[in-house]
């Protein structure tokens, strides 16, 4: 019977570690703060704004909402950011990605102060990922290494693939896997004979955005499996990259979606603003 990772669980315990920091900080008088971005009224980011501040109340992170219209200037966010980034109170600053079409995302992350990037989206934090200097990791591969470490599953050594190569997971996964000493191969659209090489792996991280994409033929027996996607199923029900019956039995352990990944996503943005709040501790 394969090991069901249980993302729900262990993200609570990440909650639970940040609350205890949270309070070990207010004890010296800080209050850990994150400012949260959300440009327009697009319902699916209100949702996942709304679900990281009642993270933010649980933790004790005093959440800072701003609120702006989807017509609001560039210059006008660029303005707010770099006030934020002055304010000694705000220890880390989110902005609900996507924005409207008339704003830069790039110009806009580039804004954030990397010491305040709990997002780890801004290049000198992908730069300190790379180089292995310590930064803001982004929260998704972040809460695959968690996932994998309090389940009890080795990385160093193993053959490890992703399937992915986007800035927010796939690359961030296989640098975080690499600094892990995972023996990593990093795949996407334009790989070829991509069975062969996820049939080698003792991790698989799938990252593709297709649903259902890998069955048991794309897998050796006994391998690891985080399934990074989510989707809805033609029932509507959730789903992720991995169709989890079909690989079931040949699998050691997998993520099931949803209590997977996604629920780790929250609690690593918990963390890295946690993260944030400690820096005042030390200056
Ligand atoms: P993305 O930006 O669309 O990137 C998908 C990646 O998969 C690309 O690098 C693409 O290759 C590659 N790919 C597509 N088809 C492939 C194939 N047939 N074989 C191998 N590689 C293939 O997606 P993303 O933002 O990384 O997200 C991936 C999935 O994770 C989505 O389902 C998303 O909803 C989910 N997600 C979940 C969380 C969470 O919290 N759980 C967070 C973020 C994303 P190319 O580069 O060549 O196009």
């Known amino acids: 019977m394969p090991q069901i990772i249980d993302g729900k669980k262990i993200a609570q315990e990440i909650k639970d570690e940040m609350k205890i920091e949270a309070d070990k900080l207010r004890a010296q008088g800080i209050i850990p ?7 327009g009224d697009d319902p699916a980011s209100a949702v996942y ?4 501040r009642k993270d933010c109340a649980y933790v004790g992170i005093e959440s800072r909402a701003y609120e702006l219209p989807k017509t609001t200037a560039e210059e006008e966010l660029l303005t707010l950011i770099a006030q934020l980034n002055e304010d000694k109170n705000v220890h ?3 902005v609900q990605l996507p924005l409207p079409g008339h704003m830069d995302e790039k110009k806009v992350i580039n804004a954030i102060s990397p010491d305040k990037d709990v997002d780890g989206f801004h290049p000198v934090n992908v730069g300190r990922l790379c180089t292995g200097v310590e930064g803001f990791v ?3 591969p972040a809460g695959i290494v968690q996932l994998l470490h309090r389940s009890g599953i080795k990385i160093e050594g193993k053959e490890c693939v992703v399937i992915g190569r986007s800035n927010i997971v796939g690359k961030p996964a296989s640098l975080l896997l690499l600094r892990e000493n995972g023996t990593v191969t990093m795949t996407h659209s334009k790989t070829e004979n991509l069975m062969d090489i996820t049939k080698r792996a003792d991790i698989v991280v799938a990252a593709a955005g297709r649903p259902k994409f890998i069955t048991k033929e794309y ?3 006994g391998a690891v499996v985080i399934d990074v996607g989510i989707h809805r199923n033609e029932n509507n029900k959730l789903c992720g ?10 699998v050691s352990a997998i993520t099931p979606v949803p209590g997977g990944v996604g629920v780790m996503t929250r609690a690593m943005l918990m963390y890295n603003c946690i993260s944030a709040a400690k820096r005042e501790e030390l200056l």
Do not use: Y
Request: aromatic share 6%; hydrophobic share 45%.
């Open 33 to 39: 703060c994150m400012a949260v971005i959300l440009v």
């Open 49 to 52: 704004v709304g679900g990281k």
């Open 92 to 94: 880390g600053i989110l």
């Open 138 to 140: 982004p929260c998704t």
């Open 219 to 221: 897998l050796k027996k």
């Open 241 to 250: 990259d991995v169709d989890f019956e079909d690989v079931f039995e040949k």
